[in-house]
């Protein structure tokens, strides 16, 4: 039985790791970093986490706070919640059909 799962990577889709790291509170980006990495394995680089910060920011799910020394801080929007809450539903929804289809297997 295969025990490497590499081939299926981490999960690593920034904008809802994103969204899901600020759903506990403001952070800026190098707490967020740090948390995503703690909570789901998967570590992204700088660029990659403030070019999705900006899209984030645009859609208006996230806002950036007042910066504290040189770190820029965001919170979680009213709307970014709903936008985390429906994704968080689909990705239910989806564990239980893998779980009723393997379960059939």
Request: aromatic share 6%.
């Amino acid at each position: 039985m295969p025990t490497d799962m590499s081939d299926l990577g981490r999960f690593s889709d920034v904008s809802l790791l994103i969204l899901l790291s600020l759903a506990s509170g403001p952070k800026h980006g190098y707490a967020m970093i740090e948390d995503i990495e703690q909570f789901s394995g998967t570590l992204f680089e700088p660029g990659t986490l403030y070019g999705a910060l900006m899209r984030l920011e645009k859609k208006g799910w996230i806002a950036a706070l007042p910066a504290e020394d040189r770190r820029h801080p965001y919170r979680l929007t009213a709307e970014g919640a709903i936008a985390l809450e429906r994704q968080l539903a689909t990705m239910r929804q989806i564990v239980t059909v893998g779980a009723e289809r393997l379960s059939l297997a």
